[in-house]
T-cell receptor, first 112, second 115 residues
Framework: QKEVEQNSGPLSVPEGAIASLNCTYSDRGSQSFFWYRQYSGKSPELIMSIYSNGDKEDGRFTAQLNKASQYVSLLIRDSQPSDSATYLCAVYVSGGYNKLIFGAGTRLAVHP | GAVVSQHPSRVICKSGTSVKIECRSLDFQATTMFWYRQFPKQSLMLMATSNEGSKATYEQGVEKDKFLINHASLTLSTLTVTSAHPEDSSFYIC???????????FGSGTRLTVV
Protein backbone atom coordinates (compact mmCIF):
# COMPACT_ATOMS: atom_id res chain seq x y z
CA GLN A 1 0.00 0.00 0.00
CA LYS A 2 1.43 3.32 -1.04
CA GLU A 3 1.17 5.80 1.82
CA VAL A 4 1.47 9.49 2.45
CA GLU A 5 1.78 10.58 6.05
CA GLN A 6 1.04 13.96 7.57
CA ASN A 7 0.63 15.25 11.09
CA SER A 8 -3.06 16.03 11.47
CA GLY A 9 -2.45 19.07 13.66
CA PRO A 10 -3.87 21.49 14.37
CA LEU A 11 -0.79 23.59 13.79
CA SER A 12 -1.35 26.95 15.37
CA VAL A 13 0.84 29.91 14.42
CA PRO A 14 0.54 33.64 15.05
CA GLU A 15 -0.14 35.99 12.17
CA GLY A 16 3.08 36.94 10.40
CA ALA A 17 4.97 33.81 11.46
CA ILE A 18 6.27 31.01 9.28
CA ALA A 19 4.12 27.89 9.15
CA SER A 20 5.94 24.65 8.40
CA LEU A 21 4.00 21.65 7.14
CA ASN A 22 5.59 18.25 6.69
CA CYS A 23 4.86 15.10 4.73
CA THR A 24 6.55 11.74 4.25
CA TYR A 25 5.80 9.15 1.60
CA SER A 26 6.53 5.47 1.22
CA ASP A 27 6.96 4.99 -2.54
CA ARG A 28 10.63 5.64 -3.25
CA GLY A 29 9.96 5.80 -6.98
CA SER A 30 7.55 8.74 -6.79
CA GLN A 31 8.55 11.73 -8.90
CA SER A 32 5.69 14.23 -8.58
CA PHE A 33 4.56 15.93 -5.39
CA PHE A 34 1.80 18.42 -4.71
CA TRP A 35 0.43 20.58 -1.96
CA TYR A 36 -3.28 21.36 -1.93
CA ARG A 37 -5.19 23.73 0.31
CA GLN A 38 -8.71 22.84 1.34
CA TYR A 39 -11.05 25.17 3.14
CA SER A 40 -13.84 23.64 5.17
CA GLY A 41 -16.65 22.42 2.93
CA LYS A 42 -14.73 23.19 -0.26
CA SER A 43 -12.75 21.09 -2.70
CA PRO A 44 -8.95 21.16 -2.74
CA GLU A 45 -7.04 23.74 -4.73
CA LEU A 46 -3.50 23.22 -5.96
CA ILE A 47 -0.99 25.64 -4.49
CA MET A 48 2.39 24.06 -5.23
CA SER A 49 3.95 21.27 -7.22
CA ILE A 50 7.54 20.07 -6.98
CA TYR A 51 9.45 17.43 -8.90
CA SER A 52 13.16 17.96 -8.13
CA ASN A 53 15.15 17.88 -4.92
CA GLY A 54 15.56 21.24 -3.29
CA ASP A 55 13.36 24.26 -2.83
CA LYS A 56 10.72 25.81 -5.04
CA GLU A 57 9.34 29.21 -4.18
CA ASP A 58 6.09 30.85 -5.26
CA GLY A 59 5.19 34.02 -3.46
CA ARG A 60 4.84 33.30 0.25
CA PHE A 61 4.98 29.55 -0.34
CA THR A 62 8.10 27.40 -0.52
CA ALA A 63 7.98 23.68 -1.20
CA GLN A 64 10.95 21.55 -0.23
CA LEU A 65 11.67 18.05 -1.50
CA ASN A 66 14.20 15.51 -0.29
CA LYS A 67 13.78 12.28 -2.23
CA ALA A 68 16.52 10.47 -0.30
CA SER A 69 14.59 11.02 2.91
CA GLN A 70 11.21 10.70 1.18
CA TYR A 71 10.17 13.97 2.67
CA VAL A 72 8.22 16.95 1.35
CA SER A 73 7.49 20.15 3.20
CA LEU A 74 5.63 23.39 2.68
CA LEU A 75 6.63 26.66 4.27
CA ILE A 76 4.20 29.56 4.42
CA ARG A 77 5.87 32.87 5.20
CA ASP A 78 4.05 35.83 6.72
CA SER A 79 1.10 33.62 7.60
CA GLN A 80 -2.30 35.26 7.39
CA PRO A 81 -5.61 34.28 9.00
CA SER A 82 -6.86 33.55 5.49
CA ASP A 83 -4.24 30.78 5.28
CA SER A 84 -6.16 28.86 7.94
CA ALA A 85 -7.19 25.67 6.16
CA THR A 86 -6.28 22.03 5.82
CA TYR A 87 -3.19 21.40 3.72
CA LEU A 88 -3.07 18.13 1.83
CA CYS A 89 0.14 16.57 0.63
CA ALA A 90 -0.28 14.45 -2.50
CA VAL A 91 2.11 12.11 -4.25
CA TYR A 92 1.69 10.80 -7.77
CA VAL A 93 2.36 7.09 -7.80
CA SER A 94 3.11 5.58 -11.18
CA GLY A 95 4.33 2.13 -12.13
CA GLY A 96 0.93 0.56 -12.58
CA TYR A 97 -0.88 2.60 -9.96
CA ASN A 98 -1.01 5.90 -11.89
CA LYS A 99 -2.93 7.78 -9.26
CA LEU A 100 -2.61 10.65 -6.85
CA ILE A 101 -2.42 9.53 -3.24
CA PHE A 102 -3.35 12.04 -0.56
CA GLY A 103 -2.22 12.37 3.00
CA ALA A 104 -4.80 12.94 5.71
CA GLY A 105 -3.99 16.64 5.78
CA THR A 106 -2.67 19.06 8.37
CA ARG A 107 -5.04 21.64 9.77
CA LEU A 108 -3.40 25.05 10.03
CA ALA A 109 -4.81 27.79 12.25
CA VAL A 110 -3.33 31.27 11.96
CA HIS A 111 -4.43 33.47 14.82
CA PRO A 112 -4.30 37.28 14.80
CA GLY B 1 -6.49 27.66 -16.50
CA ALA B 2 -8.10 24.27 -16.46
CA VAL B 3 -11.61 24.23 -15.01
CA VAL B 4 -13.64 21.25 -13.86
CA SER B 5 -17.33 21.89 -13.31
CA GLN B 6 -19.29 19.63 -10.96
CA HIS B 7 -23.05 19.55 -10.40
CA PRO B 8 -25.03 19.56 -8.27
CA SER B 9 -23.16 21.20 -5.43
CA ARG B 10 -25.61 19.92 -2.86
CA VAL B 11 -28.29 17.27 -2.95
CA ILE B 12 -30.61 15.72 -0.41
CA CYS B 13 -32.29 12.48 -1.35
CA LYS B 14 -34.44 9.85 0.29
CA SER B 15 -33.00 6.52 1.26
CA GLY B 16 -33.35 4.01 -1.55
CA THR B 17 -33.30 6.51 -4.39
CA SER B 18 -30.49 7.17 -6.85
CA VAL B 19 -28.50 10.34 -7.38
CA LYS B 20 -26.42 11.34 -10.40
CA ILE B 21 -23.44 13.68 -10.13
CA GLU B 22 -21.91 15.26 -13.23
CA CYS B 23 -18.32 16.29 -13.77
CA ARG B 24 -17.27 18.28 -16.84
CA SER B 25 -13.91 19.53 -18.03
CA LEU B 26 -14.70 22.93 -19.49
CA ASP B 27 -11.62 23.95 -21.43
CA PHE B 28 -9.70 20.75 -21.91
CA GLN B 29 -10.28 17.14 -22.79
CA ALA B 30 -9.97 14.61 -20.03
CA THR B 31 -9.56 10.99 -21.06
CA THR B 32 -9.32 10.13 -17.39
CA MET B 33 -11.28 11.52 -14.47
CA PHE B 34 -11.15 10.54 -10.85
CA TRP B 35 -13.87 10.30 -8.23
CA TYR B 36 -13.09 10.87 -4.58
CA ARG B 37 -15.16 10.68 -1.43
CA GLN B 38 -14.41 12.62 1.71
CA PHE B 39 -16.02 12.06 5.10
CA PRO B 40 -15.90 14.85 7.70
CA LYS B 41 -12.40 15.55 9.02
CA GLN B 42 -10.92 12.82 6.84
CA SER B 43 -8.81 12.93 3.73
CA LEU B 44 -9.84 12.28 0.17
CA MET B 45 -10.28 8.64 -0.66
CA LEU B 46 -10.09 7.65 -4.30
CA MET B 47 -13.17 5.66 -5.25
CA ALA B 48 -12.58 5.02 -8.93
CA THR B 49 -10.80 6.08 -12.07
CA SER B 50 -13.10 6.91 -14.93
CA ASN B 51 -11.80 6.18 -18.43
CA GLU B 52 -13.39 7.64 -21.53
CA GLY B 53 -14.96 4.94 -23.64
CA SER B 54 -14.17 2.08 -21.30
CA LYS B 55 -15.08 0.68 -17.92
CA ALA B 56 -14.09 2.48 -14.77
CA THR B 57 -11.45 1.09 -12.47
CA TYR B 58 -12.68 0.85 -8.90
CA GLU B 59 -10.57 0.93 -5.77
CA GLN B 60 -10.63 -1.96 -3.39
CA GLY B 61 -13.73 -1.96 -1.24
CA VAL B 62 -15.80 0.28 -3.52
CA GLU B 63 -18.94 -1.40 -4.83
CA LYS B 64 -19.08 -0.96 -8.58
CA ASP B 65 -22.77 -1.86 -8.72
CA LYS B 66 -23.59 0.82 -6.20
CA PHE B 67 -21.43 3.59 -7.61
CA LEU B 68 -22.02 3.59 -11.35
CA ILE B 69 -19.55 5.58 -13.40
CA ASN B 70 -20.03 6.58 -17.01
CA HIS B 71 -17.45 8.46 -19.06
CA ALA B 72 -19.11 8.75 -22.43
CA SER B 73 -17.17 11.72 -23.79
CA LEU B 74 -13.84 13.45 -23.37
CA THR B 75 -15.41 16.16 -21.25
CA LEU B 76 -18.06 14.42 -19.14
CA SER B 77 -18.01 11.79 -16.43
CA THR B 78 -20.96 10.93 -14.22
CA LEU B 79 -21.22 9.14 -10.90
CA THR B 80 -24.55 7.62 -9.95
CA VAL B 81 -25.08 6.55 -6.37
CA THR B 82 -27.73 3.84 -6.60
CA SER B 83 -30.08 2.85 -3.79
CA ALA B 84 -28.53 5.47 -1.57
CA HIS B 85 -28.41 4.94 2.18
CA PRO B 86 -27.56 7.36 5.00
CA GLU B 87 -24.04 5.93 5.22
CA ASP B 88 -23.47 7.15 1.65
CA SER B 89 -23.83 10.72 2.86
CA SER B 90 -20.51 12.34 2.09
CA PHE B 91 -18.67 14.94 0.03
CA TYR B 92 -18.03 13.60 -3.47
CA ILE B 93 -15.36 15.30 -5.57
CA CYS B 94 -14.28 14.67 -9.13
CA UNK B 95 -10.99 15.64 -10.65
CA UNK B 96 -9.13 15.47 -13.92
CA UNK B 97 -5.52 15.64 -14.90
CA UNK B 98 -5.13 18.79 -16.88
CA UNK B 99 -1.49 18.85 -17.80
CA UNK B 100 1.65 16.85 -18.33
CA UNK B 101 2.83 17.50 -14.80
CA UNK B 102 0.17 15.21 -13.35
CA UNK B 103 -1.43 18.02 -11.39
CA UNK B 104 -5.09 17.36 -10.81
CA UNK B 105 -7.83 19.97 -11.09
CA PHE B 106 -10.78 19.37 -8.82
CA GLY B 107 -14.45 20.07 -9.26
CA SER B 108 -16.24 22.05 -6.56
CA GLY B 109 -17.65 18.92 -4.96
CA THR B 110 -21.12 17.58 -4.23
CA ARG B 111 -22.45 17.35 -0.71
CA LEU B 112 -24.79 14.35 -0.64
CA THR B 113 -27.16 13.88 2.26
CA VAL B 114 -29.32 10.78 2.33
CA VAL B 115 -32.27 10.97 4.70
Amino acid sequence: QKEVEQNSGPLSVPEGAIASLNCTYSDRGSQSFFWYRQYSGKSPELIMSIYSNGDKEDGRFTAQLNKASQYVSLLIRDSQPSDSATYLCAVYVSGGYNKLIFGAGTRLAVHP
Amino acid sequence: GAVVSQHPSRVICKSGTSVKIECRSLDFQATTMFWYRQFPKQSLMLMATSNEGSKATYEQGVEKDKFLINHASLTLSTLTVTSAHPEDSSFYICSARSGVNYGYTFGSGTRLTVV
